[in-house]
């Protein structure tokens, strides 16, 4: 989520790149002061808290970050149960499945019939996963971006896999998450030989194409 503790915490949650886990560090931290900004899970940054005490955001090697999405839309609806221990699968019914299933029906209604057309190719490509599908589902990923970028207020639903640089201001203090330590708490679920590597070098060029900025503002290689 991105959170706020009034007049001091200012936390900007971009998708996949650790903020489940800062979120309940600083709900350890502050209690009930942490609250959600008013527009919501992943809220880009609002100017409108520049004076607060730290602004701050974790961001993530974008190869390593749109692989975990894919994965995890393949582990909320399509893993079995079995490869799944309770404690993810409890965390997956807390935090993600019971918000998406009362969110779904507006977005759902408020569509164009292109998002849909996107959302059902995209459910093809994370249903049946496998490195020729995951670089199937980043070129649609990057469609969607193109398509927000000219349409301001489109492709409301896509918004996780924009890139990382859009929800931020030159005056965020930027964390990486691979310098982070300590526990993590939203670890995504892996299937019994399953290898990451063959699908990040498969999607190596597509993502070097899409987040250039990324891998540059943030010295990715």
Same mark, same amino acid.
């Given at each position: 989520?991105?959170?706020?503790?009034?007049?001091?915490?200012?936390? %900007?949650?971009?998708?996949?790149?650790?903020?489940?886990?800062?979120?309940?560090?600083? =709900?350890?931290?502050?209690?009930?002061?942490?609250?959600?900004?008013?527009?919501?899970?992943?809220?880009?940054?609002?100017?409108?808290?520049?004076?607060?005490?730290?602004?701050? &955001?974790?961001? =993530?090697?974008?190869?390593? *970050?749109? #692989?975990?999405?894919?994965?995890?839309?393949?582990?909320? /609806?399509?893993?079995?149960? $079995?490869?799944?221990?309770?404690?993810?699968?409890?965390?997956?019914?807390?935090?993600? *499945?019971?918000?998406?299933?009362?969110?779904?029906?507006?977005?759902?209604?408020?569509? &164009? @019939?292109?998002?849909?057309?996107?959302?059902?190719?995209?459910?093809?490509?994370? /249903?049946?996963?496998?490195? !020729?599908?995951?670089?199937?589902?980043?070129? #649609?990923?990057?469609?969607?971006?193109?398509?927000?970028?000219?349409?301001?207020?489109?492709? +409301? %639903?896509?918004?996780?896999?924009?890139? @990382?640089?859009?929800?931020?201001?030159?005056?965020?203090?930027?964390?990486?998450?691979?310098?982070? @330590?300590?526990? $993590?708490?939203?670890?995504? +679920?892996?299937?019994?030989?399953?290898? !990451? !590597?063959?699908?990040?070098?498969?999607?190596?060029?597509?993502?070097?194409?899409?987040? +250039?900025? !990324?891998?540059?503002?943030?010295?990715?290689?």
């Amino acid at each position: 989520m991105t959170y706020i503790v009034p007049e001091k915490v200012y936390y %900007i949650h971009i998708p996949k790149a650790g903020g489940t886990s800062e979120k309940y560090k600083l =709900r350890q931290m502050y209690g009930n002061d942490l609250i959600e900004v008013p527009t919501g899970k992943h809220s880009p940054y609002d100017k409108k808290y520049a004076h607060y005490d730290c602004i701050y &955001t974790h961001v =993530r090697n974008p190869h390593t *970050r749109m #692989l975990s999405m894919y994965l995890f839309h393949f582990e909320l /609806n399509f893993m079995p149960e $079995k490869y799944i221990d309770k404690e993810r699968n409890a965390f997956l019914d807390s935090e993600h *499945r019971w918000k998406i299933s009362k969110l779904f029906g507006r977005q759902w209604r408020n569509m &164009t @019939q292109f998002d849909k057309t996107m959302m059902h190719k995209m459910k093809q490509l994370h /249903n049946n996963i496998s490195p !020729d599908n995951y670089v199937k589902w980043l070129e #649609l990923v990057g469609k969607g971006n193109g398509y927000v970028e000219n349409y301001p207020g489109a492709w +409301s %639903i896509a918004r996780p896999f924009l890139q @990382q640089h859009l929800w931020l201001s030159d005056n965020v203090h930027v964390k990486k998450i691979e310098d982070e @330590q300590g526990e $993590k708490l939203n670890q995504t +679920s892996r299937m019994p030989e399953h290898n !990451d !590597d063959e699908y990040i070098e498969a999607g190596r060029s597509t993502i070097q194409q899409y987040y +250039s900025e !990324d891998l540059r503002r943030f010295e990715y290689e």
